[in-house]
């Protein structure tokens, strides 16, 4: 089971590429702009996509994905979200305003979308690899996630901020491996991680001393222009948990 890092920046810009990542060669975790540097054979390959939510820089290429690929499958892809990311989806995004419904193309009957809900704390099993949404505290409804194989776990939060329910729902993995978290401003912009509901190092520093546990921590997310600078701030405020900062084409193997 390994997770491939296709996009973990909070912007685009250069290299950068919001937020994406491919279990092995059929799932992702979230769909921002990183899966554009697959290929049309790779995306071909995805059956299943997870979205912790509905912000654009974790969905983007759901829609060029299906609208590239989707006449080349035999199958839907399932999009796994909760009830209110699903709404959300069908409403503002598959809604032939913005962009044309694919779970009524070719046809109903045989779509290129299909939705699956999902709901916290409820485990999907793909072959023995095990995703469970987790907690999350965002300006909309959003989940983190669980990856679990039989050997370890990892935990992504999503976009998130303070959430003692996240980090009761890590505490309970004994065999937490990995856990990446967001970061996404500066201290300086304290005010407006709070409005926009994301950390910042002060706040995470507070947050993540209910981690009872000793993963290998990275910090994804991180605003262009200002990664070198937040990390900064993160090995000041959090100096015992050693954060590293999240790559693209990072590879994790659980």
Same mark, same amino acid.
């Not at 296709?6 to 912007?11: F, I, K, R």
């Not at 779970?103 to 809900?117: T, V």
């Given at each position: 089971?390994?997770?491939?890092?296709?996009?973990?920046?909070?912007?685009?810009?250069?290299?950068?590429?919001?937020?994406?990542?491919?279990?092995?060669?059929?799932?992702?975790?979230?769909?921002?702009?990183?899966?554009?540097?697959l290929?049309?054979?790779e995306?071909?390959?995805?059956d299943?996509v997870?979205?912790?939510?509905?912000?654009?820089?974790?969905?983007?290429?759901?829609?060029?994905?299906?609208?590239?690929?989707g006449?080349?499958?035999?199958?839907?892809?399932?999009?796994?979200?909760?009830?209110?990311?699903?709404?959300i989806?069908?409403?503002?995004?598959?809604?032939?305003?913005?962009?044309?419904?694919?779970?009524?193309?070719?046809?109903?009957?045989?779509?290129?979308?299909?939705?699956?809900?999902?709901?916290?704390?409820?485990t999907?099993?793909?072959?023995?690899?095990?995703i469970?949404?987790?907690?999350?505290?965002?300006?909309?409804?959003?989940?983190g996630?669980?990856?679990?194989?039989?050997?370890?776990?990892?935990?992504?939060?999503?976009?998130?901020?303070?959430?003692?329910?996240?980090?009761?729902?890590?505490?309970?993995?004994?065999?937490?491996?990995?856990?990446?978290?967001? =970061?996404?401003?500066?201290?300086? &912009?304290? +005010? /407006?991680?709070?409005?926009?509901?994301?950390? %910042?190092?002060? *706040?995470?520093?507070?947050?993540?001393?209910?981690?009872?546990?000793?993963?290998?921590?990275f910090? =994804?997310?991180?605003?262009?222009? &200002?990664? +070198? /600078?937040?990390?900064?701030?993160?090995?000041? %405020?959090?100096? *015992?948990?050693?954060?590293?900062?999240?790559?693209?084409?990072?590879?994790?193997?659980?």
């Open positions: 089971m390994k997770l491939r890092i296709l996009g973990c920046s909070g912007g685009i810009g250069g290299n950068l590429r919001t937020t994406a990542m491919l279990l092995d060669h059929d799932v992702l975790i979230d769909a921002g702009t990183g899966v554009g540097d290929s049309l054979a995306m071909r390959a995805i299943h997870f979205v912790t939510h509905s912000h654009l820089d974790h969905i983007a290429s759901i829609p060029f994905m299906l609208d590239s690929v006449f080349m499958r035999d199958k839907p892809l399932i999009v796994h979200a909760t009830v209110e990311t699903i709404a989806l069908k409403q503002h995004v598959f809604n032939w305003l913005i962009w044309p419904d694919f779970s009524e193309i070719p046809n109903a009957q045989q779509p290129s979308l299909r939705y699956e809900i999902i709901e916290l704390g409820k999907e099993d793909l072959g023995g690899r095990k469970t949404p987790v907690p999350a505290n965002h300006v909309v409804p959003a989940v996630f669980h990856l679990e194989s039989a050997n370890a776990s990892l935990v992504f939060s999503g976009d998130t901020t303070v959430c003692n329910e996240f980090w009761n729902a890590v505490n309970r993995i004994d065999n937490l491996k990995y856990l990446l978290v967001e =970061t996404a401003f500066s201290n300086a &912009e304290l +005010e /407006l991680a709070v409005m926009a509901k994301h950390f %910042c190092p002060s *706040l995470l520093a507070k947050d993540i001393v209910k981690l009872k546990h000793s993963p290998q921590v910090i =994804t997310h991180l605003k262009p222009g &200002e990664a +070198e /600078l937040i990390m900064q701030e993160i090995s000041q %405020c959090i100096p *015992l948990v050693s954060p590293k900062m999240l790559q693209n084409g990072q590879v994790f193997e659980l």
